[in-house]
């Protein structure tokens, strides 16, 4: 994928691209702070950088696939996914933090519920096709920083968008309670925890 690097690099290179750009979406969040607002320009082009980012992860997943190379495992493809979605939601949290509710919020907002939805359902998939492998549980993306900020902050994003009548009610409890129709659903975050508390006591 990229040439002159060992494909076994193909992860490290790709979370430090991720990282440069997320410390570029931090900086202008940190200016937006100052300067009362980020501005559009600024925030698309950011956005155009996280698409081309994701253009190659998957150029990278399709070239794995086609070469029957060195793939990436469910846990780095799982990393790279939630880092794209968490890296949408950085981008549009100063757009739903502004009073305005106008047609850039609403956008802002439906992109992170997207966004959202897909972190929760990333890592709930990983946990569930691998709750049998004990080597897979060890790398559970859960462990890698941010990652349970990540999924308070989807919750709280569903949450918020439901009282806004911009998500149904019972979407929103599906994804952030362990009641009713998503009992099974949260089950594996609760077991995880539970077994990493056991093990640090050990």
């Not at 802002?108 to 939805?117: D, E, F, G, K």
């Not at 998939?125 to 999924?151: G, K, Y």
Request: aromatic letters at 8%; one cysteine or more; proline letters at 2%.
């Amino acid at each position: 994928m990229f040439a002159g690097h060992d494909g076994r690099l193909n992860f490290t290179i790709l979370l430090s691209k991720h990282a440069k750009l997320r410390g570029h979406i931090i900086l202008s969040r940190s200016r937006s702070t100052i300067k009362s607002g980020t501005t559009s320009t600024e925030t698309s082009k950011l956005h155009v950088e996280l698409v081309k980012w994701w253009n190659e992860v998957e150029e990278c997943f399709d070239v794995e696939h086609d070469t029957r190379g060195s793939a990436m495992t469910p846990y780095q493809r799982t990393v790279l996914s939630v880092l794209r979605y968490e890296s949408i939601i950085a981008l549009s949290r100063d757009v739903i933090g502004n009073s305005q509710m106008d047609s850039e919020y609403s956008a802002a907002l439906q992109n992170c519920i997207t966004a959202a939805r897909s972190i929760i359902n990333s890592l709930h998939t990983f946990l569930v096709e691998n709750s049998a492998d004990s080597d897979s549980r060890l790398q559970c993306p859960l462990s890698w920083p941010s990652f349970t900020w990540a999924i308070w902050m989807s919750a709280f994003i569903l949450l918020h968008a439901a009282s806004e009548d911009q998500l149904a009610d019972a979407a929103a409890n599906r994804y952030t309670t362990q009641d009713g129709h998503r009992r099974d659903a949260a089950k594996p975050f609760t077991d995880y925890s539970t077994a990493v508390s056991r093990s640090s006591s050990t």
